[in-house]
């Protein structure tokens, strides 16, 4: 599926990763077809995203030649191998008084089955972020 949720203490989805946090050639690349409303997903380039998002509010290379861009206003952070995205990560902010409509037990449900029914919703869940779930 290359998804995966994590909750905040109060049950709420509050950062969501898409993708394989091994690299390039790992299997949840080409497992996770998702993209930002901006079109950006697995194997865009690191140009499509400064055009689609300008530059980086920072940026580390790292071990193994990989790169990362984070988008601090934005709550997106991309990982990059040879100059191709292979891992996103957003960051949900939730408002003192959370929707209810949108709270997911995760203890019963696992990543396949939110996604699947959109955490819940009964429209596929398109995060403040751009990022449809």
């Given at each position: 599926m290359?998804?995966a949720?994590?909750?905040?203490a109060d049950?709420?989805v509050?950062i969501?990763m ?7 050639d ?6 996770f077809?998702?993209?930002t409303?901006e079109?950006?997903?697995?194997n ?11 530059e ?11 790169e ?11 990982t ?9 990560i ?8 959370p ?15 939110i ?9 596929p869940?398109?995060?403040p ?5």
């Amino acid at each position: 599926m290359g998804l995966a949720v994590m909750p905040s203490a109060d049950g709420l989805v509050q950062i969501v990763m898409c993708g394989d946090v091994t690299g390039i050639d790992g299997p949840f690349v080409k497992a996770f077809t998702g993209r930002t409303k901006e079109g950006i997903g697995m194997n865009s380039t690191r140009a499509d995203i400064v055009r689609a998002y300008g530059e980086p509010t920072s940026s580390e290379v790292m071990r193994g030649g990989q790169e990362s861009l984070k988008y601090q206003p934005l709550g997106i952070t991309f990982t990059l191998q040879g100059g191709k995205v292979h891992h996103m990560i957003v960051r949900l902010q939730h408002s003192p008084q959370p929707d209810p409509s949108i709270q997911v037990d995760l203890a019963s449900r696992t990543s396949r089955e939110i996604a699947q029914r959109g955490a819940g919703i009964t429209a596929p869940y398109r995060s403040p972020r751009g990022l449809q779930v």
